[in-house]
């Protein structure tokens, strides 16, 4: 198994979720984050003062899968988050040793 977090941007989410649920994916875990990679943040103008914002909002979606699933999942992120611009973000994946589901006890894929 493998856990994939992908950093986006805000306005990709309903895209990538679509995306995902295409290919039989449906459980997955979305947190509003905030940061900045190479994008650096920008500046703003508020009430005739300027200042800078830094850390700018994103979203992290996380899942789990199945090995055979994983590449799949990775083409349909990437694909529909791209915009081509600085600030598209980053897809990380990550080995999960196990997962159990609370509800059943199953374990392992079955979990997932």
């Known amino acids: 198994m493998k856990k994939i977090e992908a950093i986006i941007k805000p306005f990709k989410l309903e895209e990538v979720k679509d995306a995902l649920s295409e290919l039989g994916i449906e459980g997955m ?3 509003e984050v905030k940061g900045f ?16 914002v830094d850390f700018l909002p994103k979203i992290k979606l996380e899942v789990v899968l199945a090995d055979s699933a ?5 083409a349909a992120i990437v694909k529909t988050a791209k915009t081509g611009k600085i600030g598209d973000g980053k897809v990380f994946v990550l080995p999960v040793e196990n997962a159990i589901r609370i509800r ?4 392992g894929d079955k979990a997932v």
């Open 37 to 52: 990679g190479r994008q650096k943040g920008h500046t703003e103008i508020y009430r005739g003062s300027e200042y800078t």
């Open 104 to 107: 059943t006890d199953e374990t």
């Open 70 to 74: 994983v590449e799949g999942a990775l």
């Open 29 to 31: 875990t979305v947190t």
